[in-house]
């Protein structure tokens, strides 16, 4: 989504059956290409959003990001700290381009994994018996 976009037309599409209108948060995209914010459905179904308004008059906070090299761990307490169920990745090179969104759903299925895997290397572990020595 862009800055400039009217609230009338993406709420048009919000109602249209394009798989990507089914999100709850979208980035918001300024001019210049970089991250400006990110609006969420609620917003943008709400009350206080003027049809003839764009997106950028509904963004009322610097968005809130991890950089791409940050751990599950940091950004899942970042999500705790702010209290957000969604994050924006900017690249670490270029500081304002959007690499991709991070939810919720996304930490846990990762967790999720990591726990999968660990139970199923513990099943796997075996022990190879010595034959043992018979004397003559």
Do not use: K
Not at 9 to 19: I, K, Q, T
Not at 23 to 31: F, L, M
Not at 121 to 127: E, L, T
């Amino acid at each position: 989504m862009r800055t400039d976009q009217r609230l009338d037309e993406v709420r048009a599409w919000l109602s249209s059956n394009d798989p990507r209108s089914h999100h709850q948060g979208y980035p918001v995209i300024d001019p210049a290409g970089g991250i400006h914010g990110v609006v969420t459905r609620r917003m943008l179904l709400g009350p206080q959003a003027l049809p003839d308004g764009t997106l950028a008059d509904l963004i009322d906070r610097a968005p809130l990001v991890v950089r791409e090299d940050h751990s599950l761990r940091e950004v899942a307490d970042h999500m705790v700290a702010e209290n957000v169920g969604r994050l924006l990745v900017l690249s670490r090179t270029e500081p304002r381009q959007l690499v991709g969104i991070l939810i919720r759903a996304d930490i846990l299925a990762a967790h999720g994994r990591r726990l999968d895997e660990m139970r199923s290397a513990s099943r796997h572990i075996r022990f190879r018996r010595r034959p043992s020595r018979v004397s003559s």
